[in-house]
């Protein structure tokens, strides 16, 4: 089994760290460029970056400051956010970035995970999925797009098995209802999500204590564990997840 990976999340807004609950009700938790260099001192596998108002304010990621994050830090970068077409990932490549994650513009063209694939590899496209639950579609999930503000109709599911066809390497689904929650993550929506595709899957938005993380990767089948909320404000550190993890016989790095 490959070391699970622990992935701090920045959420970014007009520069700014942000967290939210829902998607919505924000408060800022401090400078990008401090808060990378922090983690990777701290020991996190890889670091998230999501320019999360991007792709709703109809503009392109921030790439200056996705410059200033990467050059501050040792370990990968994921970026995400305002990506419509493959010029915008590679201008991302070029500013230092090791993986892209896409969402709204791949259900606008599902077409771009084929081509970003072939382009980069698949290792280094991830296909965001934001679920909500719903009683209206099979799989009792709804893929939702434009930062979480957009229902599509989409079975979220029956996308994450197409996604995986079309080449993504890598699976972020975040759940709308536990999202900044910390009550856990949605534990069903991300196992389905890891069944249906096939893929590694990142456990994202809810978790709030060590048990969390630890059912992210026993219970939903997570390869990966983001979070926000809990290492921003200082509630946990990765070593203390590494070694609860350790300690109950799951492999992380060191």
Excluded at 27 to 38: K, S, T
Excluded at 55 to 74: D, F, H, N, Q, Y
Excluded at 88 to 112: F, Q, Y
């Amino acid at each position: 089994m490959n070391p699970v990976k622990i992935i701090p999340c920045l959420d970014i807004k007009e520069g700014k760290v942000v967290k939210g609950v829902h998607f919505v009700d924000l408060r800022v938790a401090g400078d990008p460029v401090e808060n990378a260099v922090f983690y990777d001192e701290e020991g996190a596998d890889e670091l998230a970056f999501l320019d999360i108002t991007a792709t709703v304010e109809g503009r392109k990621t921030m790439v200056e400051l996705v410059k200033k994050v990467s050059s501050a830090i040792s370990i990968p970068l994921i970026v995400g956010g305002g990506i419509a077409e493959l010029s915008d990932i590679e201008k991302l490549m070029a500013a230092g970035v090791s993986k892209v994650s896409i969402n709204t513009a791949a259900v606008h063209n599902p077409e771009l995970i084929r081509e970003a694939a072939r382009a980069f590899g698949s290792e280094a496209v991830i296909v965001a999925i934001d679920g909500k639950a719903t009683g209206a579609l099979p799989s009792g999930y709804e893929l939702y797009i434009n930062g979480g503000q957009k229902p599509t109709g989409v079975d979220a599911i029956a996308w994450a098995k197409q996604v995986a066809d079309l080449g993504a390497g890598e699976i972020l689904p975040t759940s709308i209802d536990t999202d900044g929650t910390k009550d856990g993550y949605d534990l069903v929506l991300t196992s389905r999500v890891a069944a249906a595709s096939g893929l590694p899957v990142i456990a994202s938005g809810g978790a709030g204590t060590l048990k969390h993380l630890y059912d992210g990767v026993v219970t939903g089948k997570a390869s990966a564990l983001l979070a926000a909320s809990i290492f921003h404000f200082r509630e946990i550190t990765i070593a203390e997840v590494k070694r609860y993890l350790r300690d109950r016989g799951i492999t992380v790095s060191d």
